[in-house]
């Protein structure tokens, strides 16, 4: 576009004479350009240190050294939300972006609308490692078209997580087979102080859970929507009918900006409001940092059946690293996703420092995955992971996807779990809102 | 050639940060732009979407009731700070400035810290408000998640932030009347009130007008506040156009279309401030 | 008359009671901030809330300076708040001047112009702007947090209103002396500009201070974050350092408060000059 190169240039002209007699100095204080383009440095956007702290592990390996020795890496790290919108500026303007950037789940579909992605596509350089991930939750949500555009290491597991020892004080028989058994422990052992779950009110994952659990999605493979068909519908009813028929589950105390597991809802399991909880690892991952004192009094099973097709487990979440096309040296950034999320030492480190179970199959021979966990009374977690695995449901991506499940924060979950509105109507009127929306 | 001088920084810098944008944010709105590449050229197809999409409406409807609330509610409260500080109930001048500083301290609060407090303060279980209410034997409501009130915490936190530098106007405005009118209408033997409503408020006029066009300017640009602390939700309840905007252009990466919000924002704004003023003056003769 | 002070009085102690308590609800967000800074880890969101904490504990003011870049945030703010709010202010009243006391072609028009761009809001432009700062090369630079936002109508506005007020023989006579207008505009209407010069002082500064979204876009270097930047970066989902936010919130809030303590005489002067005439 020559034309727009001389208004750039008109603009670089006039800046810099504004530059030259009003901030004279100032542009000096601004330090070096940033170095993304130059090749033996690599930007690194994450929203979270536990998961930068994954490619921080990476760059400590003998591998990496090997294979990228001289190559120095920056982390920045930014707030959720914030981080993956300066993404999409820098990558709509063409520059600014990092090499590599972590991209969570709901927010990849963003970056899949339009012609071009701005990411590097990394089906042949992944090869033959495909073969050794569990797909649904290593690279299913950044593949696009068939495309493989993003790596991630955690394994979303769903389970069943509660406290055995209050069951076991009630007399009452776990592993739970079905959910009117878990319903009915529930019963038992909530009062007016104290109830079995906290659902969300604010966020899907509960209803999405479920869903996929009775055998359904919101997505088939031809990226319509399917989310009000009956197993949907059931499992919407049935978190619904937890909090207002069965009495046994209160909604989880959380707030618009920080809507899954904010510091209220640590200490509401802390204060004991709460005694159970389905979820994958990431969600269980709090009850070690948050709530030690409850540690060996915990247990974790398959997601009981009696809901749809009762699926033993639901895949929930995930961030993956994605090498964006602006990059100066994708060689190195490769490496680095590989050595992250393809290798064992790359994953093990990661399973150390934040109990991060791997989506990387050859891991769960490594004896640091195979361990007892004290906190779930001596369970070998890893294995009761990597044995739910092969059956996580695939995941199907969407351009809408982000899109569609914040309408169903606001047209269904809200609605519903507030018991201001029916889950199947809620759930039907989706599809319409869906349907407008650009594919 | 001097007044050119004097101009020439201002527009200068103005025009190189302001006026580009500005306009390239123009040529935008007649385009369909979503996704990464090529933008193509639509007409009024993006102006002609707004009517038809619900959650536009529904952002336009929120704004403009908070707008309400800011013109209704806002700014007389913030009038009757000011006249109550300025007259003889609050007897010192420690005690005016006192009062002033307080009230006018959320005004310079970053939007951050507010959301953060409020958070605290909104909050169903630990919050500073329920406790206090319940303490009181008052029905407590979750402020931040009802979609029924949601709205109105809100308002609470636009009233708490903006009512000092409201007041602070109309401060200016009552300071500005020369005490031999209103020490005048007292010898015409009119009382406190009579003075308040005959004297004062007609002579505060244009510091109204000012208070109220300002007001319905900023609350069509709200953001912060509901981005912060409700995200817009729950339910939409407290989407606003400028989240909306925000959340078509940097979410759903429409930019086209938060091009055409934008605008219509201003359109909007321009609009209520032209026929206030219009309003004012056919109220004048 | 002996009941007529008698209902003086009581008018004045009812009112200001009222004032009082309202003023307290005023305050209590802050109070409840400053409390929380000085709480340790669960005990901001501990059940049944605690007003008070329940010894000082310093721990967070000790991670914010030991463990993140809180003061380098904070001096970053300070430059950039103060570089911005000195140009804004110099060519906020340098335009203000030449709109109240110059006739020239298109004058109403060019006013008109900068106020109505008052009511678009600054997220439309966003991403142009952004384009623009990257095309110079100014990312992660300070000079792209305090050029840009240097032009403000609401400074041209206010100080047009301001200087409308100044008599213009005050101005004639500094010109019959021989000044040129160059010097009439630093040796006379700088001078008395000071009051309209101290609100937009404040209102420039905070608003510097306060910023989030723009440095958020043009900011990558942590390193050179302003202070409300900064702050949000230390609540994540495995960070939960609401103290330390606290904390930082606190004594980011600090000098601002500060600030305005020091300026408001001069504000309140100059709202009371004049400044809002409507």
Redesign the interface.
């Known amino acids: 576009m020559a034309k727009g190169l001389s208004r750039?240039d008109f603009?670089?002209a006039?800046?810099?004479a504004?530059?030259g007699?009003?901030?004279l100095g100032?542009?000096g204080?601004?330090?070096e350009?940033?170095g993304s383009g130059s090749s033996n440095t690599l930007?690194f956007?994450a929203?979270?240190?536990?998961?930068a702290g994954l490619a921080q592990a990476a760059i400590k390996t003998d591998a990496w050294k090997e294979a990228q020795g001289d190559v120095k890496v920056n982390f920045?790290?930014?707030?959720?939300e914030?981080m993956h919108?300066?993404l999409?500026?820098?990558?709509?303007?063409?520059?600014?972006a990092p090499d590599i950037a972590d991209v969570e789940i709901s927010r990849f579909s963003?970056?899949?609308?339009?012609?071009?992605?701005?990411f590097i596509d990394l089906t042949d350089r992944i090869g033959d490692d495909i073969n050794d991930v569990y797909k649904p939750a290593a690279t299913d949500p950044w593949t696009w078209q068939d495309k493989i555009y993003g790596v991630g290491n955690e394994l979303n597991t769903c389970v069943l997580a509660y406290r055995k020892d209050l069951m076991d004080g009630a007399g009452i028989k776990t592993p739970f087979e079905t959910w009117d058994e878990v319903v009915a422990a529930g019963q038992e052992l909530s009062n007016d102080d104290r109830k079995m779950f906290a659902l969300h009110?604010?966020a899907f994952g509960d209803h999405y859970m479920l869903s996929q659990s009775a055998g359904t999605a919101y997505f088939d493979a031809n990226g319509d929507y399917i989310g009000d068909n009956d197993q949907s519908v059931e499992a919407m009813q049935f978190l619904h009918d937890m909090v207002y028929d069965l009495d046994i589950a209160g909604?989880a105390?959380a707030?618009?900006?920080?809507n899954?597991?904010?510091?209220?809802y640590?200490?509401?399991f802390?204060?004991e409001?709460f005694f159970a909880l389905f979820g994958p690892p990431w969600h269980l991952s709090f009850l070690l940092t948050?709530v030690p004192a409850q540690s060996g009094k915990w247990t974790v099973q398959k997601l009981p059946s009696g809901l749809g097709d009762g699926l033993p487990t639901a895949n929930f979440g995930g961030t993956g690293q994605c090498i964006t096309t602006q990059t100066g040296n994708a060689d190195a950034a490769y490496d680095l996703v590989r050595i992250a999320n393809l290798t064992t030492e790359g994953v093990v480190a990661d399973f150390k420092a934040?109990t991060a179970y791997p989506a990387y199959k050859p891991a769960y021979e490594d004896p640091a995955l195979q361990q007892p966990q004290e906190y779930f009374g001596g369970q070998k977690i890893g294995q009761i992971y990597s044995e739910l695995a092969p059956g996580l449901p695939t995941f199907n991506q969407s351009?809408v996807w982000?899109?569609a499940t914040?309408a169903l924060?606001?047209?269904v979950i809200?609605?519903v779990m507030?018991d201001q509105e029916d889950a199947r109507s809620a759930l039907v009127g989706l599809g319409e809102t869906i349907a407008s929306m650009?594919q | 050639m001097a007044p050119y001088l004097f101009l020439l920084?201002f527009f200068?810098?103005y025009t190189?940060f302001l006026v580009?944008p500005v306009l390239a944010a123009l040529r935008l709105s007649f385009y369909e732009s979503?996704?990464?590449?090529g933008d193509t050229f639509t007409g009024l197809s993006n102006y002609t979407r707004l009517v038809q999409d619900p959650r536009y409406l529904e952002a336009l409807r929120n704004t403009t009731l908070y707008a309400i609330a800011s013109v209704f509610i806002l700014s007389p409260l913030a009038l009757l700070v000011a006249v109550t500080i300025r007259s003889f109930v609050v007897p010192t001048a420690a005690f005016k400035s006192f009062y002033r500083i307080v009230f006018f301290l959320p005004y310079i609060t970053s939007f951050v810290v507010i959301?953060l407090m409020f958070?605290l303060v909104f909050?169903?279980?630990?919050g500073l408000l329920n406790n206090a209410l319940s303490a009181l034997g008052l029905p407590t409501l979750d402020w931040?998640?009802?979609?029924r009130v949601a709205l109105l915490a809100i308002v609470l936190v636009g009233i708490w932030t903006f009512l000092g530098i409201n007041a602070l106007y109309f401060l200016t405005g009552l300071q500005n009347i020369p005490e031999e009118v209103i020490e005048a209408a007292a010898v015409d033997g009119a009382n406190r009130s009579q003075t308040f409503w005959r004297v004062t408020l007609p002579l505060l006029r244009p510091v109204i007008l000012f208070v109220i066009v300002q007001a319905t300017i900023f609350s069509y640009q709200l953001f912060e506040i509901p981005f912060?602390?409700?995200?817009?939700?729950?339910?939409?309840s407290t989407l606003t156009l400028a989240i909306y905007l925000y959340e078509v252009g940097?979410?759903?990466?429409?930019?086209g279309y938060a091009s055409a919000i934008g605008y219509s924002i201003a359109i909007i704004a321009v609009v209520l401030a032209a026929s206030q003023l219009l309003l004012a003056r056919r109220f004048d003769r | 008359m002996v009941g007529n002070r008698f209902w003086t009085r009581f008018w004045q102690i009812a009112v200001n009671v009222v004032l009082l308590v309202v003023v307290f609800i005023f305050l209590m967000p802050y109070l409840y901030m400053v409390s929380s800074s000085f709480k340790e880890g669960?005990e901001?969101?501990?059940?049944p809330i605690k007003l008070l904490p329940q010894g000082l504990f310093f721990g967070n003011y000790e991670l914010l300076f030991e463990k993140t870049n809180f003061a380098r945030w904070f001096a970053n703010s300070v430059?950039v708040g103060l570089?911005r709010t000195a140009?804004a202010v110099v060519v906020s009243v340098m335009a203000g001047y030449a709109f109240a006391k110059f006739e020239f072609r298109f004058k109403n028009v060019l006013f008109l112009f900068v106020i109505a761009t008052l009511t678009l809001p600054i997220y439309v432009l966003?991403?142009p702007l952004?384009?623009?700062m990257?095309?110079?090369?100014?990312?992660?630079?300070?000079?792209?947090l305090?050029?840009p936002f240097?032009a403000q109508a609401i400074g041209v506005f206010l100080a047009r209103q301001y200087l409308l007020s100044i008599p213009n023989e005050i101005l004639d006579a500094a010109r019959v002396d021989g000044a040129t207008e160059w010097g009439v505009f630093w040796r006379v209407v700088v001078p008395l500009s000071t009051p309209v010069m101290a609100v937009l002082g404040i209102l420039f500064f905070t608003t510097a201070w306060n910023d989030f979204i723009w440095p958020?876009?043009v900011m990558?270097?942590?390193s050179?974050f302003p202070v409300a930047l900064g702050l949000?970066?230390l609540?994540?989902?495995?960070?939960?350092e609401?103290g330390a936010v606290m904390a930082g919130s606190f004594l980011s809030t600090l000098p601002i408060i500060i600030v305005f303590l020091i300026a408001q005489r001069r504000f309140i002067e100059a709202l009371t000059s004049g400044a809002v005439k409507g």
Do not use: H
């Not at chain 1, 929203?47 to 998961?51: A, L, Q, S, V």
């Open positions: 750039r603009l670089r006039g800046g810099g504004l530059v007699a009003y901030a100032l542009a204080c601004g330090g350009q940033g930007e956007w929203f979270d240190e536990g998961r920045r790290i930014f707030p959720y914030q919108d300066k999409l500026t820098a990558l709509v303007s063409g520059k600014g963003n970056f899949i609308k339009g012609n071009e992605l701005p009110d604010l909604i105390p707030v618009a900006s920080d899954w597991y904010p510091p209220q640590r200490a509401a802390k204060a409001k948050d934040r351009p982000g899109q914040e924060n606001r047209e809200t609605p507030q650009k | 920084p200068l810098i190189a580009y979503s996704g990464f590449g959301a958070n909050n169903n279980d630990f931040l998640r009802d979609e912060l602390l409700t995200n817009g939700g729950p339910s939409d940097f979410r759903e990466f429409d930019r | 669960g901001i969101f501990s059940i430059f570089s140009l966003i991403v952004y384009d623009m990257v095309t110079l090369g100014w990312t992660d630079r300070y000079v792209a305090i050029l240097a958020l876009v990558t270097d942590d050179k949000p970066t609540l994540g989902p495995y960070s939960q609401y």
